[in-house]
């Protein structure tokens, strides 16, 4: 699919520089809009809007919608009124507000006064729900029907209003007040009887959302429910728009990058390609956290200087560090990112604390043996046979082992419980994966290696 889509691309370069426009309207007119986007990436600024006017009206605006928000301000800026009006009244308002959120003040204005009055009343509306909740994705153009119309009624409502709304698939049954009574299916429609009533065949058990959910809430409704939209509330009951499943896969795809760079130690930036990110964007994104786990590592060091005398006596003990703290950080992130995917899905919650650590600790136990084997083996046949270190004695070699086991118990609890405890304090749990529970095991790594060195080597 890629070398089609780059070979498509190379076609069109050659065909716009022999000015074969109409054979590129040809070809654009029976490709998808997202892969028309992903190869308008490709073209220079000059030849971008060239590109983009040869495109058909409607369809121009679905690529549109798909195209980064560099190159829709680049052609808002190259498009004359009438152009830009044309592209406005063909897209769905979420996409409008989204694209609106995204572009300079100069650039907003300029899109408002090409909508006409109802859509720029309807952009208005859902930037006014909070952030990242269900009112600030949702789009208001949708199917409602009466619950006393006919399924003859309800067709011809169809047909009059469904080409100007996201989806037809799903009709909502509303009362004069707007409040949300049901939903019937379009298959349902068709297979019904032309006189029947809508309140006969709707179904009244219909699972909404309320404007101030969050996105990711409502995402993982429609994951759980298999839905292809979902309708979204006030607080008062009434319908005010729905959520399609695009805008669903588009919150899932945010917060899960979002999740990622939480757990890389990485502050949540904007949405840029990677190649189009500066090394400055990236630097800020990285260094507040780079900063914060280098200063955080004074507590292994203060840990170490403390127990200075005792590597002294037993300098071999130092070799060993480096293996322990990472093995220790290493189990810690595996719990912590299975219980940061458990709680993300819904599958487990705070309550469910004491389940989670006795699972954690029969894995723990399990692990921390195999690597304790693992471990004397290899201390055994490496550094003791292999590099002749006869400075690793038996006793040595229980001290590291010892350590391993419990290093492994100890980072597997941290890690499983932490997320927990981030979410019952309204923090996300994703903060507590690798890096900081990183740092947390290192200490802990450390204190019991020592405290075991003391207690069988005496030193």
Same mark, same amino acid.
Request: glycine share 4%; aromatic share 8%; net charge negative.
């Given at each position: ?10 076609t ?22 997202s ?18 006017r ?17 190159? *829709? !301000?680049?052609?808002? $800026? ?6 830009? #009006? &044309?592209? @406005?009244?063909?897209? /769905? %308002? ?11 003040a ?45 399924? *003859? !009624?309800?067709?011809? $409502? ?6 100007? #709304? &996201?989806? @037809?698939?799903?009709? /909502? %049954?509303?009362?004069d ?48 429910y ?104 290493n ?80 980072a ?9 405890i ?15 529970i ?11 290696y ?10």
């Amino acid at each position: 699919m890629v070398d089609t889509t780059a070979v498509l691309g190379e076609t069109l370069k050659t065909l716009i520089e022999n000015k074969k426009f109409s054979t590129i309207r040809d070809m654009l007119e029976t490709m998808n809009p997202s892969d028309i986007a992903g190869i308008f990436q490709d073209f220079s600024d000059e030849k971008l809007p060239v590109m983009f006017r040869l495109l058909p009206k409607e369809l121009a605006a679905e690529v549109f919608v798909e195209m980064d928000s560099d190159q *829709q !301000e680049l052609l808002i $800026r190259s498009f004359s009124d009438t152009e830009l #009006k &044309e592209v @406005v009244d063909e897209l /769905y %308002v979420d996409d409008a507000a989204d694209i609106v959120e995204e572009m300079p003040a100069n650039v907003v204005k300029r899109i408002l006064r090409q909508a006409d009055p109802e859509m720029r009343k309807m952009i208005n509306e859902v930037l006014n729900y909070p952030e990242d909740s269900a009112g600030s994705i949702m789009t208001t153009e949708y199917v409602s029907l009466r619950p006393k119309m006919t399924v *003859q !009624e309800a067709f011809k $409502r169809i047909k009059r209003t469904g080409i100007d #709304k &996201e989806t @037809v698939y799903t009709c /909502y %049954v509303i009362s004069d007040d707007r409040m949300l009574l049901g939903y019937v299916s379009l298959r349902s429609l068709l297979l019904a009887d032309e006189d029947e009533k809508i309140e006969e065949i709707m179904d009244p058990n219909v699972i909404s959302v309320c404007t101030t959910d969050d996105q990711e809430e409502v995402a993982r409704a429609m994951s759980k429910y298999n839905f292809m939209a979902l309708p979204v509330t006030d607080k008062e009951g009434r319908l005010v728009g729905i959520v399609t499943i695009d805008d669903a896969l588009d919150v899932i795809e945010e917060e899960t990058t979002e999740d990622m760079e939480k757990m890389a130690a990485i502050m949540s930036s904007d949405d840029k390609p990677y190649l189009k990110t500066g090394v400055i964007e990236l630097w800020k994104a990285r260094i507040p956290w780079l900063l914060f786990l280098m200063i955080s590592a004074t507590f292994t060091g203060i840990i170490i200087t403390n127990f200075e005398d005792s590597l002294k006596a037993c300098a071999v003990l130092t070799a060993f560090i480096p293996m322990l703290m990472d093995t220790g950080g290493n189990t810690g992130s595996q719990a912590s990112v299975t219980v940061v995917r458990a709680l993300t899905l819904g599958q487990v919650e705070f309550s469910d604390v004491w389940k989670i650590i006795w699972k954690e600790i029969r894995v723990a136990v399990i692990c921390g043996i195999t690597l304790a084997v693992a471990g004397f083996l290899k201390i055994f046949l490496i550094d003791r046979m292999l590099m002749n270190n006869y400075a690793v004695t038996f006793p040595v070699e229980i001290v590291i082992c010892s350590t391993l086991f419990f290093t492994v118990i100890c980072a597997k609890i941290t890690g499983c419980t932490l997320p927990l405890i981030a979410q019952k304090a309204h923090l996300d749990p994703a903060v507590m994966a690798s890096p900081f529970i990183t740092t947390i095991v290192d200490v802990i790594s450390l204190i019991i290696y020592f405290g075991i060195a003391k207690l069988i080597l005496g030193i």
